[in-house]
């Protein structure tokens, strides 16, 4: 526009960079005082604009001149003088942040205390800059394009919910993700924005089950989005209840038919005495496969970030961790392993009335353990158990290595192992807390070679600044807590460092049983049952007051043999 070449709907998308810019320098990026100092500021960033944009427009010369060099014809910027005695116009210098940059790369530079995720952002965002400010408007990004950059489809950041900026980032773009433009209306994406939107009547707003209107859904909020697809509050007509209803996004059928027949498995199991979430259903809609659960509360990842991270004390994780042990004494009973325990898959039933009641949810990475192989990748970083890393053939304990990490997560209030994808990290903490893993031990992971190969110190960069940095074993999780004076609550958090020790073995035929764990001291509370007049038992036991401690009777297990080959899926034999 400044010198009047042709326009085109372009100049939006230099608007929209230049706002962006904006609300990222919290200042203008181009200076607004004078054209002049905006032209400069532009050839600066951005360097001088191609002769065949200058050529066409008119007003180029009042900024440029025209030399005539053989062979060719050289626009040139005009000086501040120049530009005076062209248009009677006094250049008046002000400060702007081009002052400070030699290309938009430079704006890296001015926030050097990030960290490698944040960082990688960052990049990705003045790369996306770049390409909606470039010169040409012929090569400017045009916005069916600039959907599909990494910096808004986020490619370029880990899936891993461990990572709070990652976590943090998914949530915010969540509430604005709408679906391509070229959406043909297979995903679920499209129902979104008309339901959200555009307040478009039924059906347009509605998911229908192959049974019929008395099995009809109407969207209400996203809660949460994965790799696999999304997860919705719907109100379901038929019943006028509210229900989770998990939506797998087209080309993950062999996905969706792994987890329905984990959950053809988990019908043997009650629900509720078990602490795994209640699963009614599964169906098609369009090119999308859903499965229907409970409705439930928040997860506890979301739960520690509204508490702004307050760690939980020892006697508040107690029900927490003797009612998942129950639930990985289920799972290892019939022969699954649930492969994500973190605690963004674990839910509170509802805070208000049932204080630390939850239920394990999200088995779309669980498997058969017979299935398992030394080649399985499994668990999310920070909450990998070492022998994924290593290579060797896993089994159910990784699940155990998953829940005392996710107890450390409750304990400080932040992830216990680095969660980033560097392996020297992880290893390195794990010899510094843990020991040097044993010869028989590392003989058996086919990665091991691969692993200490890489792992040479000139070839990492180290974490920092962590709450565990100054910790040499596990032993020195009571550090963490040295205001406690009361004996017996310092009596209960050495018996949950105890069980964390054992929850957090290396080598994974030395770890304990979900069964063992759940008749551990820390969970039985035996310790505490020499100090009966104590304040703190007193609030300890009401505290655990929510867990179902009774085991299973004779008739329960014969109601989950008759449930065992019930079918599950809607689209086969009807709904149920």
């Known amino acids: 526009m400044f010198w009047d070449s042709p326009l085109d709907s372009s100049v939006d998308i230099w608007g929209l960079g230049c706002t962006l810019a904006y609300i990222f320098l919290g200042q203008n990026l181009y200076p607004t005082d004078c054209e002049y100092n905006y032209v400069r500021s532009v050839v600066k960033l951005h360097g001088k604009p191609d002769n065949s944009v200058l050529d066409k427009g008119w007003r180029a010369r009042r900024f440029f001149t025209l030399a005539q060099k053989e062979p060719e014809r050289v626009w040139r910027l005009k000086t501040p003088d120049e530009f005076n005695k062209a248009t009677g116009k006094t250049v008046k210098h002000t400060d702007s942040p081009c002052d400070h940059l030699d290309s938009l790369d430079d704006l890296v ?78 995903s679920l994406d499209s129902d979104l924005v008309a339901q959200r939107s555009l307040q478009v009547p039924k059906p347009f707003s509605e998911l229908q089950s192959e049974k019929g209107d008395d099995s009809m859904y109407e969207i209400e909020e996203v809660l949460g989005c994965g790799k696999f697809g999304k997860v919705v509050k719907c ?52 090119t999308c496969f859903c499965f229907e659960f409970e409705l439930l509360d928040i997860s506890l990842y979301d739960f520690m970030e509204r508490r702004e991270w307050k760690p939980l004390s020892v006697a508040e994780i107690r029900p927490i961790a003797q009612q998942m042990l129950v639930a990985l004494t289920a799972l290892k009973s019939i022969g699954v392993t649930h492969s994500d325990i973190k605690p963004a898959n674990i839910l509170l039933v509802n805070q208000e009335s049932k204080p630390f009641k939850v239920k394990l949810i999200d088995f779309g990475a669980s498997c058969m353990t017979s299935n398992f192989t030394q080649f399985h990748e499994i668990q999310s970083f920070g909450y990998r158990a070492p022998e994924v890393y290593l290579g060797l053939r896993p089994d ?39 020991g040097h893993p044993e010869s028989s031990f590392l003989e058996k992971g086919w990665r091991v070679k691969r692993f200490f190969r890489l792992c040479q110190k000139k070839t990492f960069t180290d974490e920092n600044g962590n709450s565990y940095d100054h910790l040499e074993s596990l032993d020195d999780l009571q ?27 290396v080598d994974p035929l030395k770890r304990i049983l979900p069964a063992d764990a759940l008749n551990h001291k820390y969970i039985s509370m035996e310790h505490l049952n020499e100090v009966d007049k104590s304040p703190y038992r007193t609030m300890a036991k009401e505290i655990m007051s929510v867990c179902e401690l009774s085991r299973k009777t004779d008739s329960d297990t014969d109601d989950m043999q008759k449930n065992e080959d019930k079918p599950v899926c809607a689209s086969q034999k009807g709904r149920r």
Request: some cysteine; hydrophobic content about 40%.
């Open 479 to 505: 550090k963490m807590v040295p205001d406690i004076k009361d004996p017996t609550e310092l009596g209960d958090l050495n018996a949950f460092i105890d069980l964390i020790k054992n929850m957090l073995v």
């Open 109 to 186: 530079k001015n926030d050097t205390n990030l960290d490698f995720t944040e960082l990688e952002d960052l990049k990705a965002f003045i790369d996306f800059l770049k390409d909606m400010l470039k010169l040409n408007p012929t090569e400017r990004v045009f916005p069916g394009k600039a959907f599909l950059h990494s910096f808004l489809t986020m490619e370029h950041l880990d899936n891993s919910d461990n990572i709070p900026y990652i976590n943090s980032a998914h949530k915010l773009i969540l509430k604005c993700r709408l679906g391509s433009s070229n959406d043909s209306g297979d």
């Open 396 to 434: 159910e304990s990784v699940d155990m290595w998953g829940l005392g990490c996710t107890l450390l997560f409750l304990f400080f209030g932040q992830h216990f192992y680095p969660t980033s994808q560097c392996e020297y990290n992880y290893m390195k903490f794990i010899v510094k807390l843990h």
């Open 235 to 286: 109100h379901k007509k038929g019943t006028n209840e509210h229900v989770a209803l998990k939506v797998m996004i087209k080309g993950n059928r062999l996905s969706a038919a792994r987890e329905a027949e984990i959950f053809k498995r988990l019908r043997r199991l009650d629900p509720d005495k078990n602490n795994i979430v209640r699963f009614y259903s599964c169906f098609k809609y369009k």
